[in-house]
């Protein structure tokens, strides 16, 4: 099955200067949602391209026939990913692992750490429960989880500071909170850890694919994030990193043949851990989900994550701007460096759940978190789904 990836960068006539432009409509083509949906829950499961959904099944259809006749071709493909994975973060590919979730990714931080009695952890109280969790649970360690509360729709750094002491071993945090659309300050928060020595980690599976993360500029020492949101992949396959100067002080977690040196001499006992992040791949790996996930990213490494970002600001802004005659009120902050792809909004009188009822009748999807609707568009939306949503919205 041959594998297409179609977007173009085109130049404008109408632009005096012919700078080039994203042509989003033929982007768009790649997502067979649109024909059903104005599909507006990306912080949510995205609908994955139909790239992506091709080579699942190109997948399955070779399995089903080949068993493991199909294994080699296969194997290069989730290494073709990796390498794509690698590119998103500019990271080297080495220090990239597959994770069936989120989660999987957190815990192997979360249980690896070389923790002591009396050491603490600093989370976010508004987090997704998956990074919070994994760290509360330390506490038959020893281990504190200290919980920060956010200030309405946004997290205060100097909060944050003043809940870490000499015993804070780890900052754990979202990119991008999951209800408000907070974005943290990554690059701040990464220095403030490094001035304390403090392991920094990072939840990211609420903006990458949508907003760029450099791993050369910023010093995150671990981050994790399924496909299935803004990566536009299938849940159940996902990536972690680690960096390189950690992988031998955490302890490795679901250790199995794929962990060590000489995965494949399976005669021979001998546990010399790789000496990387794929030393956290103990079994064999989701390979439909990753062949998938690692299409997505193609389509979005192709589009440019620059572009991307800059078509979702557009999209967002839009809709904050237009919201406002539907009798709505935006929560989310809207300051330069904290937007995100995910608006929160607010709906004085009305109950956001009948609201959401009315969305869906209308053929519009969209969510509801912390009590307040959710509105998260991806580069693909256009703004005609963003008036859609505002009529379903609007008062009858």
């Not at 194997?75 to 794509?84: F, L, M």
Request: net charge negative; charged share 20%.
């Amino acid at each position: 099955m041959k594998r297409i990836l179609a977007f173009s960068i085109v130049s404008d006539p109408a632009n005096p200067d012919n700078s080039p432009y994203m042509d989003w409509q033929r982007f768009r083509t790649h997502f067979p949602v649109t024909a059903h949906w104005a599909f507006l829950d990306h912080a949510a499961v995205a609908a994955p391209p139909d790239v992506c959904a091709n080579a699942i099944a190109e997948w399955a259809h070779d399995k089903s026939i080949n068993g493991i006749l199909s294994y080699s071709p296969w194997a290069r493909r989730v290494e073709e990913t990796r390498a794509r994975a690698g590119r998103l973060l500019n990271a080297d590919p080495l220090d990239v692992c597959f994770v069936g979730s989120t989660t999987h990714g957190i815990g192997i931080i979360a249980e690896g750490f070389p923790w002591k009695p009396g050491d603490n952890v600093v989370i976010v109280a508004e987090e997704y429960p998956s990074n919070q969790y994994p760290w509360i649970n330390q506490r038959d360690r020893g281990v504190e989880a200290r919980s920060v509360i956010s200030r309405g729709n946004r997290v205060d750094i100097a909060d944050i500071r003043d809940a870490m002491n000499s015993r804070t071993r780890v900052l754990a945090i979202s990119s991008v909170e999951f209800a408000s659309g907070f974005r943290n300050d990554l690059a701040a928060l990464g220095e403030l850890c490094r001035q304390r020595g403090t392991f920094f980690f990072v939840d990211a599976i609420q903006s990458l694919g949508v907003i760029p993360l450099d791993l050369q500029q910023l010093p995150i020492d671990a981050l994790a994030a399924d496909s299935h949101k803004w990566l536009l992949g299938p849940e159940g396959a996902g990536i972690a990193y680690v960096r390189r100067e950690w992988v031998d002080r955490l302890h490795a977690t679901g250790v199995g043949w794929n962990s060590v040196v000489n995965a494949i001499d399976f005669s021979t006992i001998d546990l010399r851990m790789k000496p990387h992040a794929g030393r956290w791949e103990g079994g064999t790996v989701n390979v439909g989900g990753i062949a998938g996930m690692g299409e997505s990213l193609q389509l979005l490494l192709n589009a440019g994550i620059d572009h991307v970002w800059e078509r979702v600001q557009e999209l967002t802004n839009y809709l904050c701007e237009r919201v406002q005659s539907a009798g709505l009120e935006v929560f989310s902050s809207r300051v330069p460096g904290e937007e995100s792809g995910i608006v929160s909004l607010l709906s004085p009188g009305r109950d956001p759940r009948e609201l959401l009822k009315d969305c869906k009748a209308a053929g519009v999807i969209v969510n509801l978190r912390g009590g307040r609707l959710r509105v998260s568009p991806h580069a693909y939306n256009s703004f005609e789904e963003i008036d859609r949503f505002v009529e379903a919205v609007s008062p009858r």
